[in-house]
């Protein structure tokens, strides 16, 4: 069984440019999370999807970042414009239906490490 | 304030001995904690999540621990080997939202 596949693995980029990631859940996973990881933290849940349903976008920066997840199945994070600031890794992870945690392990796909110059 | 921590520095075992890894948290009320493994360049890898009433939870040479009046999980592995060697991530799975909690995660080496 394939995993979270994730694309690009690395981008780099200048400031105020946009970049999008694209995330491809397992199969069957009806929730779906957007997390940003810096070095030496843990992650940092920044969007959760229940099928194509934004439930909780309250961590997301909204004036820049933007998600998609269309039919419920593959989902898109944009970043624009791009700052220095968002500099990290940002990893998709998708689990069985029954919302976030409440028992429910994650899968993570390898992540996305953006450099902004 | 609401706060999970890890062991900061970096934890160096010798192989063979066993590894014990700590996650304390304040002013939260977990139904359940995980424990992930994350490898340089990779995403979290779930290893075994531990529910507020059981004590201890064991899979191979894995135990976890989770003593709710303290507010603590301990994390053990026992006849560590180098392969081990990874950042260990504990989450706390609140039964109030549907999210995890993560804390920052500790660094293990285990030196041959």
């Known amino acids: 069984e394939a995993g979270v596949v994730q694309s690009p693995r690395y981008k780099i980029i200048e400031k105020k440019q946009p970049v999008a990631f694209w995330c491809n859940p397992i199969s069957g996973h009806n929730t779906l999370y957007w997390y940003l990881q810096n070095l030496g933290q843990g992650p940092e849940l920044l969007i959760r999807y229940e099928n194509e349903e934004a439930v909780d976008d309250s961590q997301l920066p909204k004036d820049r970042f933007s998600a998609e997840r269309l039919k419920g199945v593959d989902s898109t994070l944009k970043i624009q414009p791009a700052e220095l600031g968002d500099s990290a890794v940002y990893l998709c992870a998708s689990s069985l239906g029954g919302g976030g945690g409440r028992g429910n392990e994650q899968f993570f796909g390898p992540g996305t490490r953006l450099t902004v110059l | 304030s609401q706060k999970i921590e890890q062991n900061s520095e970096a934890l160096n075992i010798q192989e063979g001995k066993t590894a014990t890894l700590t996650c304390n948290y304040t002013n939260y009320s977990p139904a359940y904690l995980q424990w992930y493994r994350q490898d340089p360049g990779r995403g979290p890898v779930f290893l075994l999540l531990i529910r507020e009433n059981e004590k201890e939870k064991r899979k191979e040479r894995l135990k976890v621990t989770f003593d709710t009046t303290l507010k603590q999980s301990l994390f053990h592995i026992t006849a560590s080997q180098p392969a081990d060697s990874a950042t260990y991530l504990c989450?706390?799975?609140?039964?109030?939202?549907?999210?995890?909690?993560w804390g920052a995660g500790t660094k293990l080496i285990i030196k041959p």
């Open positions: 989450a706390l799975d609140l039964d109030s939202n549907y999210q995890l909690i």
